[in-house]
Nanobody, 127 residues
Framework: QVQLVESGGGLVQAGGSLRLSCATS????????MGWFRQAPGKEREFVAAINWNGGTTSVAASVEGRFTISRDNAKNTVYLQMNSLKPEDTAVYYC????????????????????WGQGTQVTVSS
């Protein structure tokens, strides 16, 4: 289990931006695929974005493509989610997740593929 701590959530108006961060003290951070998921009230947790160990490959949900960008800084053991042009429907608790990268595997997109989770950070977008 990897301990993950998210930050950066808050209240923003529609059209605004936020940057979420997820930090860990895990020494082998660069061995992990990192992902972001979100869960709105009454809805299932859904995939937002994921990034491979060196940032060379990313996967982004169609609903946020072109607006959200995932990146990582292995020297800081941190993964980021830059969220631009936010919409009210982006309102949710955002969770950071991690799983050891498997050589040759596609970047996972299912919540069940990830083994470690943060506590979540609330993002609220007002109209």
């Amino acid at each position: 289990q990897v301990q993950l701590v998210e930050s950066g959530g808050g209240l923003v108006q529609a059209g605004g931006s936020l940057r979420l961060s997820c930090a860990t003290s895990e020494r082998t951070f660069s061995s992990y695929v990192m992902g972001w998921f979100r869960q709105a009230p009454g809805k299932e947790r859904e995939f937002v974005a994921a990034i491979n160990w060196n940032g060379g490959t990313t996967s982004v949900a169609a609903s946020v493509e072109g607006r959200f960008t995932i990146s990582r800084d292995n020297a800081k053991n941190t993964v980021y989610l830059q969220m631009n042009s936010l919409k009210p429907e982006d309102t949710a608790v955002y969770y950071c997740a991690a799983v050891l990268e498997r050589v040759g595997a596609f970047i996972p997109r299912r919540s069940t593929d990830f083994s470690s989770w943060g506590q979540g950070t609330q993002v609220t977008v007002s109209s």
